[in-house]
């Protein structure tokens, strides 16, 4: 009997398979590209806004807890308004300009509680554009 070799694991993996189907993709790759074309971009231009933003009403409230209510839109120094009387003061003035945004600022001293009863007070009025005004750091 002649004896036998049993078979030997091979331990390489054999590559040119995968060597092929990459130049196979890569030569589908390179007779595509011309035929796809980049999406383009519209940038909106300057000229599409017909309008200005609005200068906002704002809602001053003082060290001592008192309100204060000036429009930015005028050169005006603004009315002192009891927090009883916030509500009607800035339903007014938002029937002669709807649509305007209200900004709080508030003196440092002030805690906070008092600032977020106003702007609560003005989401319940239904005012869509609310927001904060701070004072820049200083460098």
């Given at each position: 009997?002649?004896?036998?070799r049993g078979?030997?694991?091979?331990n390489?993996?054999?590559?040119?398979?995968?060597i092929?189907v990459?130049l196979?993709l890569?030569v589908?790759f390179?007779v595509?590209a011309?035929?796809?074309?980049?999406t383009q971009v519209e940038l909106?231009?300057v000229?599409?806004?017909?309008?200005?933003?609005?200068?906002?009403?704002?809602?001053?409230?003082r060290a001592?807890g008192?309100l204060l209510?000036?429009?930015?839109?005028?050169?005006?120094?603004?009315?002192?308004v009891?927090?009883?009387?916030?509500?009607?003061?800035v339903r007014?003035?938002l029937?002669l300009?709807?649509?305007q945004?209200?900004?709080?600022?508030?003196?440092?001293?002030?805690r906070?509680?008092?600032?977020m009863?106003?702007?609560?007070?003005?989401?319940r009025?239904?005012?869509?554009?609310?927001?904060?005004?701070v004072?820049?750091?200083?460098p």
């Open positions: 009997m002649i004896p036998r078979r030997k694991a091979m390489q993996i054999n590559v040119v398979p995968y092929d990459m196979v890569l589908i390179m595509t011309p035929f796809i074309n980049p909106p231009s000229g599409k806004s017909a309008a200005a933003p609005a200068a906002p009403l704002e809602v001053v409230v001592d008192s209510l000036r429009d930015r839109n005028e050169t005006d120094l603004g009315e002192s009891p927090e009883a009387g916030l509500e009607a003061a007014a003035r029937a300009r709807p649509g945004p209200v900004v709080i600022s508030a003196d440092r001293s002030v906070y509680e008092a600032v009863k106003v702007m609560d007070d003005l989401q009025l239904g005012v869509a554009r609310v927001g904060l005004l004072k820049p750091a200083q």
